[in-house]
């Protein structure tokens, strides 16, 4: 079992550059073997190409952390650098091209539709794990949170909850 928590800050540098960093605990358990935990970092950078095109990169572990009694495994280093599409406030699409330590380059790709202006629908594919997932948000102003469901087809259904405060232009 594997599960994580997070938290992260992003802001604008320019008026179409943003960075953000993410520091966050992961802790695998895995029965009759034990558990293990690790602080990890991740780093990304969106640059808006224009109003309606971004592109990004992330990369995520930065230390690439050793784990267990004899700290040989690490957890991955992943890569990711995508381009998002917004022809306007309700919808947007991204594709993103996913390298993780020791496995080929996969594709996530997805959609979000905005069916009233505070809710939400989304979903999305990954060719790396055969996955898909959906989820739905609501937007309380400054606060957005998020539900998702994924399924993976030798592992099932994982559920996911995210909760996003976004601060109020001046």
Known sequence: RQSKIGLGYGRSLSESVNVGVQ?????????????????NVAAGVLYKISSTLT????????????LGAG??????QVVSAGIGYAPSNSFYAEATLVKETAKPIGLQASLQYAVQQ??????????????FYLGAGYSLGTLQIEAVASWHPYLG??????????????
């Open 55 to 66: 592109a990004g990169l992330q990369i995520d572990n930065l230390t690439k952390k050793a």
């Open 23 to 39: 520091f966050h605990y992961l802790h695998y358990s895995i029965a009759g073997y034990g558990q293990v935990g690790s602080m």
């Open 71 to 76: 700290k040989s495994i690490t957890t991955p």
């Open 118 to 131: 505070k809710l939400l629908v989304k979903g999305g594919v990954a060719t790396s794990n055969s996955s």
């Open 157 to 170: 259904v994982t559920p996911g909850l995210m909760a996003t405060y976004k601060k109020a232009k001046d």
